[in-house]
């Protein structure tokens, strides 16, 4: 048996307590497709309102809700249906297709191969003699595939229709709508956090590459002729490790440490919009409790572009069972899209300048997989500390927020327990009560689940209305009346008290 990874751990945990598992279980499961269960949904949301706040609600961009299946001259104008397209090596004996790029990397431990191209991947499966994975058997030469997933629209004779690939689409068929919503003034944006299917070759890497996934992702529209970025002066000093399109080329290793001021300034990141992005992007994932030092942004060299971009900057950061992880880019992606769509649908998207000119909107993108990005959650805070699983989920993730216990099961311990969570969901969060097993095992549990607090109702309790509180990070208890409680709960999850503020400290002899 291969030594359990951090992942094999993560994910044991993640069945077993319901934040996600493979799905079709019943059936004998499939690649590439998860389900999330209660605590996984509810983690998943929080980390989709995080990123509202920082990309969204500040800013006071747009918002859009658009189809997922889109018909044929969508995906041919944007240029999908031409360039959207990997290498797949399919195996003469079992019949089973791979990424011919992944297979290279797994055999010789290159990154990145994608971006060396098609004549060279080939070449690279031939030198290395790579054969099937899962059967032995010799593979065929890589040829192109179109991962995406291909319908029809209504019954007979209806229109083919595709399952989008990235919701950005929606953003530019929509863009006069949003134009007009945002008052006729550039820079705008739309965002949107929906759900994209692409029809991976062979997804492996557990949940990392599936085949059906929510995007969050927005369309930043700006004049060309106007490029700078009205709160770039708010991430200017943000300092972040970079490999430029020039280091990738050159392979070098080591990361340039930069400020975000330093790298517009110098033309390693191309644009303000890009810049600010990408420093918002870095206190984002910080704030999802990965820390700086494992985050960076990795340039794409050209063949590893996607057709409409003009420079994109992977966001990656690090787990320790497969390194560095892209879990988002941030795309220049000029005015490649919407001049496409004016073109193919003949309706004029241009812009009139004050002096008379007129301009198609160039369009940075970022974009984030929040299924990635629920993964380096869980990845940044699993803890194993004395025989214990713990969870440090930030305190605005937490799918439950707080826990309730009774000391005991007796002495109506229980009904005044169950008087405390009533009173903290009357004021609006989320509790778990739970009584079963010994007070330790209870902690364990809540500590498991990344519970922040956990609240105990003992004889103090039932004579002078006294609780105490545990902190899930360090183990420390405060105690407190129960009049006290909403109050200084729900100053602790605005982030205005840290749990020592909460009362009075317990000292156990
Ligand atoms: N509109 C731009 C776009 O779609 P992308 O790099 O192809 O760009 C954006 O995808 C993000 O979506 C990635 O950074 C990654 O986090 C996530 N992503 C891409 N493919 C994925 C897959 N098969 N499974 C899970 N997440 C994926």
Known sequence: MPPRTRYDTISEIAKRRGFFWPSFEIYGGMSGYVTYGDLGTKLKRSIEALWKEYFVRKQGFLE????????????????????????????????????????????????????????????????????????????????????????????????????????????FLNYKRGYQHAR???????????????????????????????????????????????????????????????????EVKELLETSIGEAVEDGLILTEWQGYFMGVSQRFITALGMPPEKQRFR????DERAHYSAQTYDHEV????????????????????????????????????????????HVVEPSYGLDRLFLSVLEATYERKQKRNILHLPRELAPYQVAVFPLVTKDGLPEKAREVHDLLLDKGFWVVYDEAGSIGRRYAR?????????????????????????????WKQVSLSLAELPGVLEAYFKGEKDFLDLGTLVIRG
């Open 184 to 250: 006729e003034k550039l820079p705008f944006a739309v965002a949107q956090s929906s759900k994209v299917m692409r029809n991976e070759i062979s997804p492996r890497r557990g949940a990392i590459r599936v085949r059906e996934f929510t995007i969050m992702e927005l369309e930043l529209f700006f004049d060309p002729q106007d490029p700078g970025c009205p709160w770039f002066r708010e991430v200017e000093n943000v300092v972040i490790k970079l490999s430029t399109e020039e280091m990738e080329a050159k």
């Open 64 to 171: 859009l809700d658009d189809p997922i299946i889109n018909p044929e001259r969508v995906f041919e104008a944007s240029g999908h249906l031409e360039n959207f397209k990997e290498y797949s090596a399919e195996c003469t004996q079992c019949g089973r297709s791979f990424r011919a790029d992944h297979l290279v990397e797994e055999k010789t431990g290159m990154e990145n191969v994608e971006a060396m191209g098609g004549e060279a991947i080939k070449h690279l499966m031939l030198e290395h003699r790579i054969r099937c994975p899962n059967c032995g058997g010799e593979l065929k030469e890589p040829v192109l595939f179109l991962p995406m997933f291909k319908t029809e629209i209504g019954a007979t004779g209806g229109e083919v229709g595709y399952a989008r690939p990235e919701t950005a689409q929606a953003m």
């Open 318 to 361: 690090l787990f320790e069972t497969w390194g560095w992880i892209e879990i988002s880019g941030c795309a220049y992606r000029t005015d490649f899209d919407l001049r496409n769509h004016m073109e193919a649908s003949g309706v004029d998207m241009t812009v009139l300048r004050e002096d008379g000119t007129r301009y198609v909107p």
């Open 299 to 302: 340039a794409h060299l050209p």
């Open 446 to 474: 809540a500590d498991e689940i990344g519970v922040p607090l956990a609240v105990a109702v003992d004889y103090d309790t039932l004579k002078n209305d006294v609780l105490t509180i545990r902190d899930r990070d360090t």
